[in-house]
């Protein structure tokens, strides 16, 4: 059996006294599409964090891409592709320079530059849009923009950190399109959320509270497991006692 794309076990971040992440442990598989959830101050952007090897555990252990979060952080960040609803293009950049500049940095020739920009301006219907400012395209377009961008080095794994806060629903339902897309192209998904209809969407989805993992299942045993109609029904009753409020 392939190893797994994300491997973790017992994985604790600690801020002074407070312990942000809580020995955490679980498996993410190539090509699946992984729901990491919880409220405000559950743990989950302090594992991302970790994951993405910009913050550096306290104990316990995490290999990402096959590669050690403790000793290769810097190896993990060019191996992977991350998005997020925050920050993800230059808004004074070109589509184009967008798409150079990124691929530049995830480490492709310039032959690979040129063939890769082609092909996402192209499979993006963005060829009249090529040279106008990031800034003046639609946020829908910029998210989608964002997405090609975070995978166009063909990562193992990418980090969608709410990717699609803000944008309405028709442009949410093509920009999942995209994501079941590269799924089976063999890349792994590990995606969080606020809305939580999305979560129905995933293979597997991790409900983080209080730092703990709460529950971690696919949407339909989660729902049967607690009788419930949807998974927002199943993370009120998981995330309703939380203790925290703030991130």
Excluded at 106 to 131: F, H, M, N, P, V
Excluded at 151 to 172: C, N, S, Y
Aim: with cysteine.
């Amino acid at each position: 059996m392939e190893e797994p794309v994300i491997k973790t076990k017992e994985l604790t971040k600690r801020f002074g006294d407070f312990v942000a992440v809580d020995k955490i442990t679980f498996d993410v598989h190539k090509g699946e599409i992984f729901g990491f959830l919880g409220a405000n101050g559950a743990g989950k952007t302090t594992a991302m964090r970790m994951l993405c090897g910009l913050s550096k555990p306290t104990s316990g252990e995490a290999v990402v891409a096959g590669i050690d979060v403790y000793h290769h952080p810097e190896e993990i960040k060019r191996n992977i592709g991350y998005m997020s609803q925050k920050f993800s293009l230059y808004e004074d950049l070109t589509v184009l320079e967008n798409i150079k500049f990124y691929a530049g940095i995830y480490g492709l020739t310039d032959k690979q530059i040129k063939e890769k920009s082609e092909e996402l301006i192209e499979r993006l219907g963005l060829g009249k849009q090529a040279k106008i400012l990031v800034a003046n395209l639609p946020l829908g377009w910029r998210q989608k923009l964002a997405f090609s961008v975070a995978i166009v080095h063909q990562p193992k794994i990418v980090f969608l950190d709410e990717p699609t806060g803000g944008v309405d629903p028709a442009t949410r339902k093509q920009f999942w399109d995209m994501i079941y897309d590269a799924s089976e192209r063999g890349i792994t998904i590990f995606v969080t959320t606020h809305y939580l209809d999305e979560a129905e969407y995933c293979d597997r989805i991790c409900i983080m509270v209080d730092g703990k993992i709460k529950a971690l299942d696919t949407p339909v045993s989660l729902k049967q497991n607690y009788k419930v109609a949807n998974i927002t029904e199943v993370f009120y009753q998981l995330a309703r006692n939380a203790q925290r409020s703030g991130d």
